[in-house]
């Protein structure tokens, strides 16, 4: 079902809506709602088999091996849901805004002021949630401003996919259209082990600032045609490149074969979401491996912020690079 959004109640209390309820509130660390329906984990299943006794429990049951049932943690009750793979990623909404809430706060949007709607379906299986930034506002035609927002899909038991939302709109429904102004990023993932909550968190507050501060680029970017193999030969001359000061007399030109497929994967992502064959996927696709720096966590003399810093530095050579503004001007003498 593409359930059309369009919630704007007006109490700062619970309210009931269809298959849920909801709340309106202003204080971004407030996610009272997600506290006790979103906090999850998998925890194993059994059978009643007769056969095989639990030395723990006494009762006889075998685990099901592959799958798992889902516990409420706040609860410390099992969830009435088809259970999920080994290989499902669970995500808990509780998790997944605070990550959003810590994003926001390292970005230029933690002072600007914020309207929040939160919101549960089904016994807390699915979650979405919106923020509103009323003192964003975008001229969508003239004469008609909207507020810049930010949506978040998720859900637990398989039935949603991950889904991030950002830009100046009215309404949306979750097959990726919005309605009554335009977005500036999309991105749509299913629960495998492949998924990134922090890198599309990521997406949707470096895509904010686009939006926000660079309209004019980002929408040259969305309209300059970049192929694949565009962008491989922009790698390769540029953040994948060697330095081999005698690479130019060797027969075979030789690159980072391993950050050129990485960042090749990125931008295929970019095309699942829709975002197109363009100079926009390929932006997104750089800047999600130059925010998704959480492998670097827990490696000796590896600095976060210092490799966020570096690689945030060599995009910007990439776009400063001949190839790319090429695509660029190209461009915009066909527009």
């Known amino acids: 079902m593409n359930e059309i959004v369009n919630f704007r109640g007006e109490t700062n209390n619970v309210k009931a809506i269809r298959n849920g309820m909801a709340v309106k509130h202003n204080n971004l660390l407030d996610l009272s709602l997600y506290e006790e329906y979103g906090k999850v984990k998998k925890v194993p299943l059994h059978v009643l088999d007769g056969n095989t006794i639990d030395t723990q429990t006494g009762v006889y049951s075998t685990e099901i091996k592959g799958y798992y049932g889902l516990l409420n943690v706040k609860t410390d009750t099992v969830i009435q849901t088809k259970p999920v793979s080994e290989t499902y990623k669970l995500v808990p909404h509780y998790n997944l805004f605070a ?34 930034f009323p003192e964003l506002k975008v001229d969508v035609k003239q004469g008609d401003s909207v507020m810049f927002r930010i949506d978040i899909f998720n859900s637990i038991n398989m039935t949603w996919a991950l889904q991030v939302f950002t830009g100046a709109y009215r309404s949306l429904c979750r097959n990726s259209c919005v309605f009554g102004g335009e977005k500036a990023y999309h991105g749509i993932s299913k629960h495998t082990s492949g998924l ?140």
């Open 99 to 132: 990550l959003q809430n810590n994003n926001i706060f390292d970005s230029s949007l933690r002072d600007k002021k914020m309207e929040i709607h939160d919101r549960l379906y089904e016994d807390g299986l699915k979650a979405h949630r919106t923020i509103y």
């Open 196 to 335: 990134s909550p922090e890198s599309m968190i990521g997406k949707t507050v470096y895509s904010s600032d686009m939006f926000l501060e660079h309209k004019h680029t980002m929408d040259k970017w969305l309209h300059a045609p970049c192929s694949e193999q565009n962008f491989s030969q922009i790698l390769k001359e540029t953040l994948c490149k060697n330095t081999d000061k005698y690479q130019h007399l060797k027969d075979k030109v030789k690159f980072n074969e391993k950050l050129h497929d990485h960042l090749l994967d990125n931008f295929r992502s970019e095309l699942n979401s829709g975002n197109g064959h363009t100079l926009w996927s390929g932006y997104n696709a750089l800047t999600s491996w130059s925010t998704h720096t959480e492998e670097q966590r827990g490696r000796k003399n590896q600095n976060v912020h210092e490799v966020r810093r570096k690689r945030e530095n060599q995009v910007r050579n990439v776009l400063d690079s001949e190839l790319w503004l090429d695509l660029e001007n190209a461009s915009r003498l066909v527009n």
